[in-house]
């Protein structure tokens, strides 16, 4: 069912998930990739690096209603519990200054802007 879920929001994503998206297939990383709407547990998440098991999640205005953000903030316990990172953006931020989210998002996986991409390798748990 989840599965089913995901292909669902992959077949209709946000103007923000698409751009993102884009930038995110040329970020530079050797041996690893970005999945969307991947399924975790009883989640599909927006975008997930099996790799560095990193989530990242875009954010549109109805998130800052308050019974939205519980249901987030539950959510992301969840899976941070479960050994991954997730990092928020809001969609007027993609909109706005995609190069720093990449930069974001660059950092996450290499702890250094300066930091060489090196092949990441994901090992199934």
Known sequence: ????????????TTPHERLLWRALKELPMEGSHFRRQAPIGPYVVDFLCPAKRLIIELDGGHHNEDETAKRDYKRQLWLE?????????????????????????????????????????????
């Not at 879920?5 to 209709?12: C, E, F, T, V």
């Not at 809001?90 to 720093?100: G, H, I, K």
């Open 81 to 125: 519990k479960e050994g991954y990172r997730v990092i928020r953006f809001w969609n007027s931020e993609v909109t706005a200054d995609l190069n720093s989210i990449l930069e974001r998002i660059y950092i996450e996986l290499y702890q250094s802007r300066d930091a060489e991409a090196v092949r990441l390798k994901h090992t199934r748990r």
């Open 1 to 12: 069912m989840r599965r089913a879920a995901a292909k669902k929001l992959r077949d209709n």
